[in-house]
């Protein structure tokens, strides 16, 4: 069935599949724009440790949301999701097509389904979690919530401490999960969404992810981490390929300890990936070898 209306394509699949090279490919056939959905790729600062498509790569197509904002400025998921709305309508203006692509699940549903209604939490109750993270360090956060929410404990990013108390805040005030929050009613959008997952086995993926670490050295991460180590507590830097090397710059860790740690924690995050979006019946799963010939049939039909 030829569609009508506007729709948006969403590509995801776990980091360093190839999200971006066929997200390019589907801009140049439909002439379309490109929204990224990486919540790390949105600060100017972290470029390297992000892997930013290069400048070739974005001079191939429009691209929105790459390197807008600092990592001193104030931006959520909330924000994100009224901008790439408003980008959006402006893309649907001259083009029924766009291409939504990210490793970020929830910036992904952010954009297609809207945020839900999360409780208010008090003060006192955010106040205990940091004051855990403070004296107890992460890994509590992790016991914690691995304990009385694990189907949460699967989906976030676990080394992400804001994450971890978010989720135990919002158990400790509701009684519910955070999953029970992710999972209510979706918004009404105004356009159709297209979901192409990318997939590969788990020892390509992995051989994927080293490479890609051993590029972003070679590339200069670690000089990229020493310029951004003075802002090492903002939350954007809690970030896998940055807070390793702040432990080795704190001498916790030498640097190909920290160069094993980056690898070993981006393929946990890979596997967290793969768990929040093989939740997701809508997803239609490709080889990431899949020729994008393929791909863009699936899609017009």
């Not at 969404?193 to 590029?215: F, M, S, T």
Request: charged share 25%.
């Amino acid at each position: 069935m030829k569609r009508d209306q506007p729709f948006l394509v969403c590509i995801v699949g776990p980091t360093a599949i190839g999200k971006t090279a066929l997200s390019i490919k589907l801009a140049s056939h439909f002439t379309t724009e490109i929204v990224s959905a990486d919540s790390r790729q949105f600060f100017k600062e972290m470029k390297i440790g992000t892997a930013v498509p290069a400048e070739e790569e974005l001079s191939q197509a429009k691209h929105h949301f790459i390197q807008h904002i600092s990592i001193q400025d104030n931006y959520n998921v909330g924000k994100f999701e009224n901008d790439a709305i408003a980008v959006l309508g402006d893309i649907f203006e001259s083009n029924s097509k766009a291409i939504l692509v990210g490793g970020s699940g929830l910036y992904h549903k952010a954009v297609t389904e809207g945020l839900v209604s999360f409780p208010e939490i008090p003060s006192g109750i955010r106040k205990k979690y940091n004051d855990i993270l403070d004296t107890e360090g992460i890994e509590r956060l992790q016991g914690l919530l691995l304990k009385k929410d694990p189907e949460t404990y699967r989906t976030i990013e676990i080394s992400n401490p804001r994450r971890l108390t978010r989720a135990l805040e919002v158990l400790e005030v509701s009684g519910k999960s955070f999953s029970h929050f992710q999972n209510q009613n979706k918004k009404k959008r105004q356009f159709e969404v297209v979901k192409i997952g990318l997939y590969a086995p788990r020892e390509v993926i992995y051989n994927r992810i080293e490479q890609r670490v051993d590029l972003m050295i070679g590339q200069g991460l670690v000089k990229e981490a020493k310029r951004l180590y003075p802002f090492r507590h903002f939350n954007a830097l809690q970030t896998v390929g940055y807070k390793e090397l702040f432990a080795y710059f704190d001498g916790e860790l030498n640097l190909d300890q920290a160069i094993s740690e980056i690898k070993k924690n981006t393929r946990r995050f890979a596997k967290r990936q793969l768990t929040w979006f093989k939740k997701d019946p809508d997803i239609q799963w490709f080889h990431f070898e899949t020729p994008s010939e393929e791909i863009i049939t699936h899609i017009k039909t």
